[in-house]
């Protein structure tokens, strides 16, 4: 495992879950993310919308890369026009301080890429 993957805390399955009052504060760095809550857990989600597909796939892969470079994944999808990412731990089974971080990222990269709608 290189080192990037094993300061990722939140893929660990006993790391620690945010609490109630740390998930109402984290949420609002990310205004424009919802919680949608799957089976037993909660998930941060948020749809971009671009002009076409290649816009969208270029962000998907811009995406990608800042996952790799952590260690930490998110799912994604990808259709015309849209690139819908949703950020979790698996591993832990809910919602770590490193996933309202990413999200934040995915913010900073969408606010640069290019065909945003
Ligand atoms: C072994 C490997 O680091 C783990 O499977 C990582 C990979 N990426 C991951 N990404 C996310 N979002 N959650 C995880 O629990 C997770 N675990």
Same mark, same amino acid.
């Given at each position: 495992?290189?080192?990037?993957?094993?300061?990722?805390?939140?893929?660990?399955?006993?790391? !620690?879950?945010?609490?109630?009052?740390?998930?109402?504060?984290?949420?609002?760095?990310? !205004?424009?993310?919802?919680?949608?809550?799957?089976?037993?857990?909660?998930?941060?989600?948020?749809?971009?919308?671009?002009?076409?597909?290649?816009?969208?796939?270029?962000?998907?892969?811009?995406?990608?890369?800042?996952?790799?470079?952590? *260690?930490?994944? !998110?799912?994604?999808?990808?259709?015309?026009?849209?690139?819908?990412?949703?950020?979790?731990?698996?591993?832990?089974? *809910?919602?770590?301080?490193?996933?309202?971080?990413?999200?934040?990222?995915?913010?900073?990269?969408?606010?640069?890429?290019? *065909?945003?709608?």
């Amino acid at each position: 495992m290189s080192l990037a993957q094993a300061q990722c805390e939140a893929c660990r399955a006993d790391a !620690p879950k945010v609490s109630d009052e740390e998930l109402a504060e984290l949420i609002r760095e990310i !205004p424009d993310w919802n919680i949608e809550v799957r089976g037993d857990h909660m998930e941060l989600e948020r749809v971009y919308l671009f002009r076409n597909f290649r816009h969208a796939l270029a962000f998907t892969n811009a995406v990608g890369a800042i996952a790799e470079e952590v *260690g930490h994944h !998110p799912a994604l999808l990808t259709e015309w026009g849209k690139v819908t990412v949703t950020w979790w731990s698996h591993e832990m089974r *809910g919602l770590h301080r490193n996933d309202f971080i990413m999200a934040a990222r995915t913010d900073v990269l969408a606010a640069s890429a290019e *065909g945003r709608k």
